[in-house]
């Protein structure tokens, strides 16, 4: 017996009409702020992605060779002419197989009208057979060099994902099931959800990714008890409670990224790495930056450095009586961390850190992923020129180039949900967190992106200097761990593996399943993923992966038994002194 039809609901057309009106009434001054900001184009970069010269030689590839052109062409008709037959086929009541169908994990079209329906069975099929079409051609294309057949793949992708016929309402069924079964009220609900979100960005489209009422720092975020025992302009320092009544010897000190606030490592009780420290019994210690404006334009990465987790390190030693501490750094974090290890060996003090873990952390920027792209020399004089007048960079910038990183998740996704379905989206902390970003000084950002991105520098013994210092990740011989996760977007581990071969010290290199983020957030008690460990560290990336051994769950165990034998003994729990406020401190909180 087949399905029963969805219910369908009349529209009332005056109470329609109503919304649409103070729709538009509140739509109004919103274009007016756009055309405003950016309604001359005479000043603004006709080329923002810097992909015209790879575009002309992609253009002049195919003309230098006709006959490919030709086959591909020819191939691509050959594959419609097998979709249309099988299409047919379909409609005569022939049971057919799909010519093609989506890679996994692709959550567009898990619909069943997309498998079930002849009809939106066939756009989807046609929209896959074009996407795939694009990119085989710059695949195959000759004499592209390799950075501009990334630069291509990438922003095809980015093309085809914008034009899926899920982000169209007249060609996703389930928005037309949706607006069927509550009268076209979802559309117009739709239109307030796009409205506030303009109004949210003051006429730029801010798209929400969660409910952010349902979260508040030092709420239900970032909970764990503890005190801020010093803070100066860049930072605060955050010591935690104890849970035991022993602890380790040896304290522990984050060094978080400063383009996101670090609660990312003590979100909610069941999924904050900071408490389950604190639980297996270590001195816990973070970093919290501030959060950059005007007035920190000429701050640089050397601040950073000394006035951050220099004098935070030493910080840690006075409170704790100890003489030295591990050291864990977060992404540009560790970036940091790397540097300041090579400055103490050149400078004296490297004695002063046990060890150093890197999460998703990139020494050697050859290989940095997609981020490389937007990381260009033209890209990079025209954010300075931002910053120039500014005195830092935007958080919204920053936020722009990782929602693109992964449109389809973080913009595509939502503008379905939000925009076409009518719906609010669901309650999710590490977005929360993922919108509460933080801006980035002038002075820094650009030391940081031509330094890192553009010259690759710290890669080279000697060539990148901070503070004066020539930087060489060779002399540095703490003992280190590495952590980096199959799937980062932003820190790819094929990137982060080659830190193994710059560091003079022993180094351990794990991998864990998932990405930047939920990688490195996976709790034990949760069960999910694997990791992968190998007691050697050849030249290659590949090469460790051959030869590495899968294990079940979070990594965080593996991580605590590393970290435990170099700790010293058990001592007396210690409490953090009242200090200046309660965790998480008022920086994270602004």
């Not at 069927?180 to 730029?204: C, F, H, K, P, Y």
Request: hydrophobic content about 40%; overall charge negative; some cysteine.
């Amino acid at each position: 017996m087949p399905p029963a039809p969805p219910e369908m609901k009349q529209p009332d057309m005056t109470a329609l009409a109503t919304s649409m009106q103070g729709v538009f009434e509140r739509a109004v001054p919103l274009a007016n702020k756009f055309l405003e900001k950016y309604g001359s184009i005479g000043d603004q970069p006709l080329d923002p992605f810097n992909i015209r010269g790879a575009l002309t030689d992609y253009a002049l590839s195919l003309l230098r060779d006709p006959a490919r052109a030709m086959a591909l062409q020819m191939d691509f008709w050959r594959d419609w002419t097998d979709l249309w037959q099988a299409s047919v086929l379909r409609a005569l009541g022939e049971n057919t197989h799909p010519v093609i169908t989506p890679k996994k994990g692709d959550r567009r079209f898990r619909a069943p009208e997309w498998q079930e329906n002849a009809v939106f069975d066939f756009i989807k099929q046609s929209y896959l057979l074009t996407a795939q079409w694009m990119q085989k051609g710059i695949a195959e294309a000759k004499d592209l060099t390799p950075a501009d057949r990334h630069k291509l793949h990438f922003h095809a992708d980015l093309f085809a994902s914008a034009l899926s016929p899920s982000n169209f309402a007249l060609t996703n069924p389930e928005v037309l099931k949706e607006a069927a079964r509550t009268g076209g009220e979802s559309l117009v609900r739709g239109m307030e959800n796009l409205i506030q979100d303009l109004e949210r960005g003051d006429g730029e489209l801010k798209i929400s990714l969660t409910d952010y009422k349902a979260f508040k720092p030092g709420d239900n975020l970032a909970i764990t008890p503890g005190r801020v025992v010093f803070e100066n302009a860049m930072m605060q320092l955050v010591q935690y409670a104890p849970e035991t009544k022993e602890v380790h010897a040896t304290p522990i000190l984050f060094v978080p990224p400063w383009i996101n606030k670090f609660y990312i490592l003590d979100m909610r009780e069941d999924n904050s790495l900071v408490k389950w420290l604190v639980s297996q019994g270590y001195t816990v210690f973070m970093i919290s930056w501030a959060n950059p404006d005007a007035s920190m334009a000429d701050i640089g990465f050397e601040d950073y450095m000394q006035t951050g987790i220099l004098t935070a390190l030493d910080e840690v030693l006075k409170i704790t009586g100890q003489e030295t501490a591990h050291t864990v750094g977060y992404c540009i974090g560790g970036t940091l961390l790397g540097i300041t290890l090579a400055y103490l060996a050149a400078k004296g003090g490297a004695d002063k850190v046990s060890s150093a873990t890197f999460f998703t952390t990139l020494l050697d920027f050859a290989e940095a992923g997609d981020l490389k792209l937007f990381t260009e020399e033209p890209q990079i004089a025209a954010l300075e020129a931002e910053m120039a007048e500014k005195g830092f960079l935007d958080a919204r910038n920053l936020q722009k180039t990782f929602s693109l990183l992964r449109s389809n998740d973080l913009i595509w996704s939502f503008v379905v949900n939000n925009y076409l379905m009518g719906k609010d989206p669901f309650p999710f902390d590490l977005l929360y967190w993922n919108d509460d970003s933080t801006n980035m000084p002038a002075k820094m950002h650009s030391f940081y992106l031509r330094g890192m991105y553009l010259e690759n520098n710290l890669a080279t013994p000697g060539k990148l200097k901070v503070a004066g210092v020539p930087i060489d990740l060779g002399k540095v011989k703490t003992p280190a761990y590495f952590i980096s996760t199959r799937e980062d977007h932003i820190a790819p581990w094929v990137g982060t593996y080659a830190g193994t071969q710059l560091l003079g010290g022993p180094v351990t290199f794990t991998l864990a399943g998932s990405g930047h983020i939920a990688g490195i957030v996976n709790p034990p008690a949760r069960g999910k993923y694997a990791y992968w460990i190998n007691s050697k560290n050849p030249p290659t990336p590949e090469a460790w992966d051959e030869g590495a051994s899968e294990n079940a769950g979070s990594w965080w165990p593996h991580w605590d038994a590393w970290l435990s034998q170099r700790s010293g003994g058990m001592i007396p729990a210690r409490k953090p002194a009242k200090g200046i406020e309660a965790a998480p401190g008022r920086y994270v909180l602004g």
